[in-house]
């Protein structure tokens, strides 16, 4: 009896375990082993200046990692791996989401920026500096705050476009190619149980 086995590595969530082992057992994968990983990512340390003490922090990343196998010598082996091939070409021009949607940071900081500048203004104002100097100090403090807000914007504006673009995408491919793709694991699921 000659046996092929694959193992793959997925996130450690029951309903996303549970979808992946109905997709390989409709190609006539079998469950073998199913273990919860941890693997080290290193780790990082951080001081205590009041005590001097130095607290040191190990960071894992958590996966489960399935094993399948499954008979090569079945009767339905060459057409459902053909029909896996079609499946995975089908899976692999899904779209992919590389938009990366910006930090709320910039707003905050410029926020702040513009706030502390106005503040610096009327407090400068008040100690009847040269117009120069609270102009020159309180200006630069809401210009910095100004320009942060407008990189958020702007960062936020691109992130709509692509993320948007993405979901067009997504919706177009799930019309078309996922339900070919679903088609195929029944169509699979049928020649392994013999109907």
């Not at 009847?128 to 100090?137: E, G, L, T």
Request: charged share 25%; aromatic share 12%.
């Amino acid at each position: 009896m000659a046996r092929e086995t694959k193992t793959i590595q997925c996130y450690p969530d029951d309903d996303i375990i549970n979808e992946r082992v109905k997709r390989y057992e409709a190609f006539g994968w079998e469950l073998i082993s199913n273990q919860h990983c941890q693997e080290y990512d290193g780790q990082t340390s951080s001081r205590d200046y009041i005590d001097g003490s130095t607290t040191i922090t190990k960071h894992y990343s958590s996966f489960n990692k399935l094993t399948f196998s499954r008979e090569k010598t079945s009767p339905w082996y060459g057409e459902v791996t053909k029909l896996e091939k079609q499946y995975e070409d089908i899976m692999d021009r899904r779209p992919r989401d590389y938009s990366i949607e910006p930090s709320k940071g910039w707003v905050i900081y410029g926020g702040l920026g513009v706030v502390i500048g106005i503040c610096l203004l009327l407090l400068l104002l008040s100690w009847r500096f040269s117009p120069a100097v609270y102009v020159s100090i309180g200006g630069a403090v809401m210009a910095i705050g100004a320009l942060l807000l407008v990189v958020y914007f702007v960062k936020r504006k691109n992130y709509n476009i692509s993320h948007g673009g993405y979901l067009i995408q997504l919706r177009q491919w799930e019309k078309t190619s996922a339900e070919e793709a679903e088609k195929i694991l029944v169509r699979s699921e049928r020649i392994i149980n013999g109907n």
